[in-house]
């Protein structure tokens, strides 16, 4: 049973940098894609960043491009996501999801992530 634990998140104000981390246990997760989504209130949640099972590729949603970064250290089965320049939109529930297709591609699509963690909570003032 794999499960995922987000961690990192916090009150910072706009400008300011937060790194997310997330830790998978149960199974080694250094041969799927995983990804982070995001939920503001009365919002859906939404596609932020995904990585392949070996870092070699990455895509972001636009509105997060040249901002955020998401990393992985399969030795240590944890991925990141590095924030930069933070602004009141980023506001949101951060959540950590695994694809449990064996070197899958990567994937925008919540449907896609058949594991989840719990959140973790990122506000930002103005």
């Known amino acids: 049973q794999v499960q995922l634990v987000e961690s990192g998140g916090g009150l910072v104000q706009t400008g300011d940098s937060l790194r997310l981390s997330c830790a998978a246990s149960g199974r080694t997760m250094a041969n799927y894609p995983m990804a982070w989504f995001r939920q503001a209130p009365q919002k859906e949640r939404e596609f932020v960043a995904t990585i392949a099972w070996n870092g070699g590729r990455s895509n972001y949603v636009d509105s997060v491009k040249g901002r955020f970064t998401i990393s992985r250290d399969n030795a240590k089965n944890t991925i990141y996501l590095q924030m930069n320049n933070l602004n009141p939109e980023d506001t949101a529930v951060y959540y950590c999801?695994?694809?449990?297709?064996?070197?899958?591609?990567?994937?925008?699509?919540?449907?896609?992530?058949?594991?989840w963690g719990q959140g973790t909570q990122v506000t930002v003032s103005a």
């Open positions: 999801a695994a694809d449990l297709r064996w070197r899958g591609d990567t994937s925008n699509s919540r449907n896609a992530y058949e594991v």
